[in-house]
């Protein structure tokens, strides 16, 4: 047993000098205790993500967002359409598809099994999930997808005109992204 302890030792005294002496081993060492490292950090409580089953609780998007959201789009187009030759005083109104939607981050895991009446598929959806020093936990939020437009109506001084109202057609399409059917352009009293 003692003759074990001074081997044990002596290696232990060896190996920095060995270290600096063969610098391979030296970056292996490190990256050993770098992982150490690691996965003594990922155990700490409240620094890793954790998986849950139902999402935590997503921030509200109030109305008063997605309408300051709709106005300020509706004045930006009815400057941009007033510039347009021809168009003269313009006012716009939008029609949205949807609210806000909010993405999160979850993981799915599938199960794909056979028997003898054929496949079997099991997926399981889970969202990841934060928590908070307070021990509270909220989704992980990926991205929040901005309301499409439905509908688009314009009315200017100019649109009676043919040209005019191609040129704000072109406009409009290009600038939201939504078909020349879901447009509409009139003439202003």
Do not use: H, W
Request: glycine share 10%.
């Amino acid at each position: 047993m003692k003759d074990r302890k001074e081997t044990l030792r002596g290696l232990c005294e060896k190996l920095p000098e060995k270290l600096r002496g063969d610098k391979k081993l030296m970056l292996i060492a490190g990256l050993c205790i770098l992982g150490v490292l690691f996965i003594a950090l990922s155990a700490i409580p409240g620094k890793s993500s954790n998986a849950s089953s139902e999402p935590a609780a997503p921030p509200q998007v109030n109305q008063a967002d997605v309408s300051a959201y709709v106005t300020q789009l509706e004045e930006r187009l009815a400057q941009l359409i007033a510039e347009i030759d021809g168009a003269g005083n313009t006012r716009v109104m939008l029609t949205l598809e949807n609210g806000t939607e909010e993405v999160y981050a979850g993981d799915e895991q599938r199960k794909t099994g056979g028997n003898q009446q054929g496949t079997n598929d099991e997926a399981r959806f889970e969202y990841i999930t934060l928590r908070a020093k307070d021990g509270s936990e909220q989704g992980l939020l990926l991205t929040v997808v901005q309301p499409r437009v439905r509908g688009v109506a314009v009315v200017c001084e100019g649109g009676g005109s043919a040209l005019v109202q191609t040129a704000i057609l072109r406009t409009v399409t290009a600038v939201l992204d939504v078909s020349s059917a879901r447009v509409a352009i009139s003439k202003m009293q």
